[in-house]
T-cell receptor, first 120, second 108 residues
Framework: DTGVSQDPRHKITKRGQNVTFRCDPISEHNRLYWYRQTLGQGPEFLTYFQNEAQLEKSRLLSDRFSAERPKGSFSTLEIQRTEQGDSAMYLC??????????????????FGPGTRLTVL | LAKTTQPISMDSYEGQEVNITCSHNNIATNDYITWYQQFPSQGPRFIIQGYKTKVTNEVASLFIPADRKSSTLSLPRVSLSDTAVYYC?????????FGAGTTVTVRA
């Protein structure tokens, strides 16, 4: 399977605990994104990497959240001191940049299956 | 980001054509119109993207009038497996902005 994978698929934790999620993008994709989705809503942008550089962070990403992509391949999203309001689906996506894909503009991002977080 | 408006839900039957219209009155010159599909417990999947007139692929067609203030996603001959949420996005950025989408329910 050459799609985007995420691990774990489900995580249940107690309030105050730290959690870490992993995303493995499609291997040749240089861009990686994290989104969060709550029930009944569309995904919300959290952050974006081009190769190993984190180029943008949403204001939704409080200081309890940190994301890394150390070698420009897989990425991790860590949430410290989890709160019940952090309960959501965390989605990872990857894509090629416009220059790499050769298209004038490309909104095609490939999403993983997500990690569903439940904070008790 | 251009604001989009699309119906909350639509019902259809197998074999019918489903058309979902999205309004985006303040679309900018360099914005593209993109549609994603999402099944329960899965990430969204890119369906189609266009700038003007008509775009067709193996899954859907996208109709965009000359003023680009709206667009229509057309799903030909839907099946039960097309039951999903469909999102209309209007942007020129990597930062996808999803609304609540349109829940399409296909019945037998």
């Amino acid at each position: 399977d050459t799609g985007v994978s995420q691990d774990p698929r489900h995580k249940i934790t107690k309030r105050g605990q730290n959690v870490t999620f992993r995303c493995d993008p499609i291997s040749e994709h240089n861009r990686l994104y994290w989104y969060r989705q709550t029930l009944g809503q569309g995904p919300e942008f959290l952050t974006y990497f081009q190769n190993e550089a984190q180029l943008e962070k949403s204001r939704l990403l409080s200081d309890r959240f940190s994301a890394e992509r150390p070698k420009g391949s897989f990425s991790t999203l860590e949430i410290q001191r989890t709160e019940q309001g952090d309960s959501a689906m965390y989605l990872c996506a990857s894509s090629l940049s416009e220059r790499t894909s050769g298209s004038l503009y490309n909104n095609e991002q490939f999403f993983g299956p997500g990690t569903r977080l439940t904070v008790l | 980001l251009a604001k989009t408006t699309q119906p909350i839900s639509m019902d259809s039957y197998e074999g019918q054509e489903v058309n979902i219209t999205c309004s985006h009155n303040n679309i900018a010159t360099n914005d593209y119109i993109t549609w994603y599909q999402q099944f329960p417990s899965q990430g969204p999947r890119f369906i189609i993207q266009g700038y003007k007139t008509k775009v067709t692929n193996e899954v859907a067609s996208l109709f965009i009038p000359a003023d680009r203030k709206s667009s229509t996603l057309s799903l030909p001959r839907v099946s039960l497996s097309d039951t999903a949420v469909y999102y209309c996005l209007v942007l020129n950025s990597y930062k996808l902005s999803f609304g609540a989408g349109t829940t399409v329910t296909v019945r037998a």
